[in-house]
C-alpha cells in the first residue's frame, strides 16, 4: 500500500526566510501534485510533476521531484504571509489510459508570521 | 475557465438518512472522481468511475455508498444510511482522458451528521 509522508506537519516562519516541505512516498510513481489548501476551502493545484528531474517554479514556489529517491520537494523562498495555507502533495498510482488515483500526504500547515 | 461545481454547500442530516451530493464535472472530462476529508485530516481517495462504471474504490467505500452518472452532466454520491463518521467534507474530481490527467477539484460538500 502507498505511504504518502510529508514533513513537517506543521511550520511556522518569518516573512521573508525560506523553507522547504518534504514528501517522501513509498512506491515508484512519475506523477506528483502539489495543492493549496486554505482554511475551509476547495485544493488548488500548484505543480503538476510528470518526470525524475522536474523542476517547477511559481513566484515564491518551487517544487521538485526525484523519483528514484522518491521525494518531492516544495521550497519556499521569501515568505510572505499570503502563503500561509496547508500543502498537500498527492501521488498519482495510476494514469494513461485508466482513472487514477491520488493517494494525499499528510498536508503541511505553513503559518507565515510578521 | 471550466469548473467542477458541487451541490449543495453545506448538508446537515440525522444519523441513518440517505443523502445525495451532487457534482457537475467539465464537461469535456470522462473520468470522475470522490474524495472525502474529515475535519484536520488529508484527504482520502473514495472511488474513481469512468464509462458508466466504477474503476476503482477504496476500503471507505462499502456497501452503504454508491455512485452514478444519472444523466449526460451530473454525477453523484449517495450515502445511504449515513453515520457520525461520515461527517467530512467530500470533493468531486474530474480529469480528462489525454495527459497530463490532471484532476480538477470542486468547491466540495461539507456534510455534517448529527
Known amino acids: 500500500e502507498l505511504k504518502v509522508e510529508q514533513n513537517p506537519l506543521f511550520l511556522s516562519m518569518q516573512e521573508g526566510k525560506n523553507y522547504t516541505i518534504y514528501c517522501n512516498y513509498s512506491t515508484t510513481s512519475d506523477r506528483l501534485y502539489w495543492y493549496r489548501q486554505d482554511p475551509g476551502k476547495s485544493l488548488e493545484s500548484l505543480f503538476v510533476?510528470?518526470?525524475?528531474?522536474a523542476v517547477k517554479q511559481e513566484g515564491r514556489l518551487m517544487a521538485s521531484l526525484d523519483t528514484k529517491a522518491r521525494l518531492s520537494t516544495l521550497h519556499i523562498t521569501a515568505a510572505v504571509h499570503d502563503l500561509s495555507a496547508t500543502y498537500f502533495c498527492?501521488?498519482?498510482?495510476?494514469?494513461?489510459?485508466?482513472?487514477?488515483?491520488?493517494?494525499f500526504g499528510t498536508g503541511t500547515r505553513l503559518q507565515v508570521t510578521l | 475557465e471550466p469548473e467542477v461545481t458541487q451541490t449543495p454547500s453545506h448538508q446537515v442530516t440525522q444519523m441513518g438518512q440517505e443523502v445525495i451530493l451532487r457534482c457537475v464535472p467539465i464537461?469535456?472530462?470522462?473520468?470522475f472522481y470522490w474524495y472525502r476529508q474529515i475535519l484536520g485530516q488529508k484527504v482520502e481517495f473514495l472511488v474513481s468511475f469512468y464509462n458508466n462504471e466504477i474503476s476503482e474504490k477504496s476500503e471507505i467505500f462499502d456497501d452503504q455508498f454508491s455512485v452514478e452518472r444519472p444523466d449526460g452532466s451530473n454525477f453523484t454520491l449517495k450515502i445511504r444510511s449515513t453515520k457520525l463518521e461520515d461527517s467530512a467534507m467530500y470533493f468531486c474530481?474530474?480529469?480528462?482522458?489525454?495527459?497530463?490527467?490532471?484532476?480538477?477539484f470542486g468547491p466540495g460538500t461539507r456534510l455534517t451528521v448529527t
Open positions: 498527492a501521488v498519482d498510482q495510476r494514469w494513461g489510459g485508466t482513472a487514477s488515483k491520488l493517494t
Open positions: 464537461s469535456n472530462h470522462l473520468y
Open positions: 474530481a474530474s480529469s480528462e482522458q489525454v495527459p497530463p490527467y490532471e484532476q480538477y
Open positions: 510533476l510528470l518526470s525524475n528531474g
